[in-house]
């Protein structure tokens, strides 16, 4: 298949996903998520997300998996997938050609990756960490992977992010670390009249220092995406045939029992695992 044709497919998976997208909305104040702010203490038993079953209020989003994909391929980027559909298809697009750096190796950090090669990126540099983690973070997923979290020297491993993005900075870069010190980091990866599109920050996980002569002299684009809807839901559904196709997505999960929780949140909390999942 030819080059021309490569990227009409690539556009086609981005055109779907952002019509399944639609409007946002987010920013909603009363979104009620399953494992997140649904409760027992809602009044209706197996209202979380880590049960044998769960009662499903009215209303709820539900969304018919994806034909031909395997259930732990799917799980590989479930939550991280939508939340970058919102992100890539609705708050700032990957324009074909771009060089792309990714803060973080982790679900978000990878999904970012992959949809941007998806949509045609040119180079996709990951920084993140630990190299134990960043190495089974591959799956065919980036181009450049560089561990800033091992290394003794941070501000080297930047400048090895921004020599592989070239002379002049990536074009767009995304921060999925959820680590406050990584936004600073991240302005000074942006080339100037880039954007910096920031996905990470889910919790409030404190303040940080940055330049803010870093945005205005190279007048970046900042951008902040927060969380998905069930239609972000229904446009990464449609994209998994093709994430599933390109990338090794069943290498990233490491399945636990349902009583190994407790192992499972360990090992996600030490870095050992890239992405756990309870089986029943």
Same mark, same amino acid.
């Given at each position: 298949?030819?080059?021309?044709?490569?990227?009409?497919?690539?556009?086609?998976? *981005? &055109?779907?996903?952002?019509?399944?997208?639609?409007?946002?909305?987010?920013?909603?104040?009363?979104?009620? %998520?399953?494992?997140?702010?649904?409760?027992?203490?809602?009044?209706?038993?197996?209202?979380?997300?880590?049960?044998?079953?769960? +009662?499903?209020?009215?209303?709820?989003?539900?969304? &018919?998996?994806?034909?031909?994909?395997?259930?732990?391929?799917?799980?590989?980027?479930?939550?991280?997938?939508?939340?970058?559909?919102?992100?890539?298809?609705?708050?700032?697009?990957?324009?074909?050609?771009? %060089?792309?750096? +990714?803060?973080?190796?982790?679900?978000?950090?990878?999904?970012?990756?992959?949809?941007?090669?998806?949509?045609?990126?040119?180079? $996709?540099?990951? +920084?993140?960490?630990?190299?134990?983690?960043?190495?089974?973070a591959a799956a065919?997923?980036?181009? =450049?992977?560089?561990?800033v979290v091992g290394?003794?020297?941070?501000? *080297?491993?930047?400048?090895?992010?921004?020599?592989?993005?070239?002379?002049?900075?990536?074009?767009?870069?995304?921060?999925?670390?959820?680590?406050?010190?990584?936004?600073?980091?991240?302005?000074?990866?942006?080339?100037?009249?880039?954007?910096?599109?920031?996905?990470?920050?889910?919790?409030?996980?404190? /303040?940080?220092?940055?330049?803010?002569?870093?945005?205005?002299? &190279?007048? $970046?684009?900042?951008?902040?995406?927060?969380?998905?809807?069930?239609?972000?839901? $229904?446009?990464?559904?449609? =994209?998994?045939?093709?994430?599933?196709?390109?990338?090794?997505?069943?290498?990233? $999960? %490491?399945?636990?029992?349902?009583?190994?929780?407790?192992?499972?949140?360990? /090992?996600?909390?030490?870095? *050992? =695992?890239?992405?756990?999942?309870?089986?029943?």
């Amino acid at each position: 298949m030819s080059g021309r044709s490569h990227r009409r497919r690539r556009r086609s998976y *981005a &055109r779907k996903a952002a019509a399944a997208a639609g409007p946002g909305t987010t920013l909603c104040q009363n979104r009620r %998520t399953y494992g997140v702010n649904r409760a027992l203490t809602d009044g209706v038993a197996w209202s979380g997300s880590w049960a044998d079953h769960i +009662v499903l209020q009215q209303g709820t989003t539900v969304v &018919r998996a994806a034909p031909g994909v395997s259930a732990r391929a799917a799980m590989a980027l479930a939550c991280a997938g939508p939340t970058v559909v919102h992100a890539l298809y609705e708050r700032r697009s990957v324009r074909l050609g771009e %060089t792309v750096i +990714v803060q973080g190796s982790g679900p978000v950090g990878l999904a970012a990756a992959a949809f941007a090669q998806l949509a045609g990126a040119a180079r $996709v540099i990951i +920084v993140g960490g630990p190299e134990g983690r960043l190495a089974a973070a591959a799956a065919g997923i980036g181009d =450049v992977h560089l561990d800033v979290v091992g290394g003794t020297d941070p501000a *080297a491993v930047l400048g090895e992010a921004q020599a592989a993005a070239g002379p002049d900075g990536a074009d767009l870069v995304i921060e999925c670390a959820g680590v406050p010190d990584a936004v600073a980091q991240g302005l000074t990866l942006a080339r100037r009249g880039g954007s910096y599109l920031v996905i990470g920050q889910y919790t409030d996980a404190g /303040d940080t220092r940055l330049n803010p002569h870093q945005i205005v002299y &190279r007048q $970046v684009e900042v951008i902040g995406s927060w969380a998905f809807t069930g239609a972000h839901l $229904v446009g990464y559904v449609r =994209v998994l045939p093709a994430l599933a196709a390109r990338f090794d997505l069943e290498s990233m $999960v %490491t399945a636990y029992p349902l009583e190994s929780h407790r192992e499972a949140l360990a /090992d996600v909390a030490a870095g *050992a =695992v890239l992405k756990a999942v309870l089986t029943g």
